[in-house]
């Protein structure tokens, strides 16, 4: 991983300072302590996906000297379909730009290839498995690149987060933010228990649905 000096300063006070209270007191987003990170040598964040405020959520929520660390895998015919927003992308969100438009299988491995070099490099990451954003509050299926990259880097641990709310403070199509009681979840840093990409990814779902019935069931409490 290459030493950077001035990303990463500009990342924590653009984050941390900025946008963290920006969302947190006009938004509304409620914040877990996220500080158990610290301890894990590098993970791929893996959450379910809503809005564009999806990532800018989660890296307001990462501690600040790790920000610079963590790539967010986005789109590149959206974040870097000209050479000025990819700059832009690359230095502001530290993102790791993929295309998601080939549906050939080498457009596929070259994607996974290129996530790995990332993984290699040294680098966590900020990955969306449905791979779209979907209707507030509802989750698509997971497509399997995730499952894939974790049977090739079985010591990597994977970080499931479950974000609500920001489908309806930022929904598809819409260019404006409205405030709304949205929180993050995140699970355990868990290891995936075997190099089949089939079962890797029945586990990944299977946890996503404990912490699906876990917050209707938080929900519910709060009702009575």
């Known amino acids: 991983m290459e030493k950077k000096f001035l990303q990463p300063t500009v990342m924590r006070v653009t984050y941390k300072l900025i946008f963290r209270s920006i969302l947190k007191y006009f938004v509304g987003i409620q914040y877990p ?3 158990f990170l610290k301890k894990e040598k590098q993970f791929v964040i893996i959450a379910n996906h809503n809005s564009h405020l999806d990532t ?3 890296m307001t929520a990462l501690p600040g000297d790790l920000l610079w660390k963590v790539k967010p895998v986005a789109a590149e015919d959206y974040f ?7 700059k832009f992308s690359n230095f ?3 993102t790791l730009l993929i295309n998601r438009k080939s549906k050939s299988t080498d457009g596929a491995n070259y994607s996974i290839n290129k996530i790995i070099a990332a993984i290699d490099e040294g680098y966590s990451l900020i990955l969306f498995p449905e791979g779209t954003r979907g209707e507030p509050e509802q989750m698509s299926r997971m497509k399997s690149g995730i499952a894939r990259i974790l049977a ?3 010591n990597l641990k994977y970080v499931p987060v479950y974000m609500t709310g ?5 929904p598809k199509g819409t ?3 409205l405030p709304y009681n949205a929180s993050l979840h995140f699970g355990e ?3 995936a228990k075997s190099t089949d990409s089939h079962e890797i990814m029945d586990q990944i779902v299977d946890d996503f649905n404990k912490m699906v019935a876990n917050f209707a069931i938080k929900e519910d409490d709060d009702d009575d």
């Open 33 to 35: 302590d996220c500080s």
């Open 56 to 58: 800018l959520s989660l």
């Open 80 to 86: 870097g379909n000209t050479k000025l927003k990819a």
């Open 92 to 94: 502001f969100i530290n």
């Open 152 to 154: 090739q880097r079985p």
């Open 166 to 170: 920001m489908g309806k403070s930022l």
């Open 175 to 177: 260019p404006f933010i």
């Open 189 to 191: 840093p868990t290891l």
